[in-house]
């Protein structure tokens, strides 16, 4: 790992030191945080302006809730001995394990596991943020990951910058947030896919911006913007928004599957087939959307009838991580699928 500060890190006015500092203490998770986590609506939604005293509102942008996380040791995980130089390993609903090394001097990203047909892992880890970091802060860290994917061996080779680009207040649906430090995040890599005798590029530009509040250990608000670009081709992630809920529960239960409005089953789905289970979500026809992991709309439709139970056919989806999306309108449901065919 090779860390390289900016000279805008360096050069802080007395001014600055009064704006909101991130450090260990304020920051790094322990086992036993957990929270609630919203996905949003990205329609009409962007990321605002930076700079000093900024008030953010993002309190019209309702999302339903899309999964709950919780903060464990990572030594007591399942994919623990993969990440030997992680000591954080947060789950989310999907009992998708990310592992993290988090200390005094900052958080550093192993990858995560299962993953989709392997582990991803950082033998370079990737640093988040560095401590102590404020409006202004910057660097650039390198990193790289190797792993295998089924049959396809894969590398993540770049660079990620890191810069405090705002603070303020920020408004979001679950409440309003003083004293907040803006962390913009570029992500700059080429991914190798080596499946012989082919051998595939992809080259990621993705931004992310997270607001952080110190005392509490998830970003309050989150904003991603994925772009990847392959053979002269721009797969479009488009804006994904997150945010969570204010309250950090010890002893987190993992219960979110009750709450769903929208189940899917099979899920992973080997049959070609799934069925979506409505609960007290559809007041019109949905519209059903799928997409690739990669942003790309690999299928559309609108169900002809009204009902609480919906058969879409996925034969046409190739193995791999998609994300279903239901809609009447008013409001959207975001569903994560695997389609596990041979």
């Not at 805008?8 to 450090?23: C, E, R, Y």
């Not at 394990?97 to 880890?125: C, K, L, R, V």
């Not at 802060?137 to 590398?155: C, K, L, N, P």
Request: glycine letters at 10%.
């Amino acid at each position: 790992m090779k860390l390289f500060f900016l000279l805008t890190g360096m050069l802080l006015s007395n001014a600055v030191f009064a704006q909101p500092v991130i450090n260990a203490g304020n920051y790094n998770a322990v086992a036993g945080d957990a929270t609630d986590e919203y996905d949003l609506d990205t329609v009409g939604y962007s990321p605002g302006p930076g700079g000093a005293g900024v008030t953010w509102n993002f309190a019209p942008f309702n999302g339903p809730a899309l999964f709950g996380l919780s903060v464990h040791n990572a030594s007591g995980t399942p994919f623990s001995s993969l990440f030997p130089g992680a000591n954080i390993s947060i789950q989310n609903a999907f009992t998708d394990f990310h592992y993290y090394d988090m200390n005094a001097t900052g958080q550093y990203f192993y990858g995560w596991g299962p993953g989709y047909g392997g582990s991803e892992i950082y033998t370079d880890p990737a640093q988040l943020i560095a401590y102590p970091f404020t409006y202004l802060s910057a660097y650039v860290d390198t990193f790289y990951a190797q792993f295998m994917r089924g049959t396809e061996s894969i590398t993540y080779d770049g660079t990620v910058s890191v810069e405090g680009d705002g603070y303020g207040t920020i408004t979001t649906p679950t409440g309003t947030y003083t004293n907040v430090l803006r962390v913009k995040i570029y992500w700059d890599f080429t991914e190798t896919r080596i499946e012989a005798p082919d051998t595939s590029y992809f080259f990621n530009d993705n931004v992310e911006y997270h607001w952080i509040k110190p005392g509490l250990h998830f970003p309050v608000f989150t904003y991603k913007k994925i772009s990847i670009t392959s053979d002269s081709i721009m797969f479009k992630g488009g804006a994904i928004g997150r945010y969570i809920d204010s309250k950090q529960i010890p002893d987190f239960v993992n219960d979110v599957e009750s709450e769903k409005n929208v189940s899917v089953y099979p899920n992973p789905c080997s049959t070609g087939k799934i069925q979506l289970l409505m609960k007290g979500f559809i007041t019109a026809k949905p519209e059903i959307q799928i997409m690739n992991a990669g942003g790309q709309l690999v299928y559309c439709a609108q169900s002809a009838l009204n009902s609480n139970v919906i058969d879409v056919d996925v034969q046409g989806l190739e193995r791999g991580l998609y994300f279903l999306l239901v809609s009447n309108g008013t409001n959207q449901v975001t569903e994560k699928l695997v389609i596990n065919k041979e």
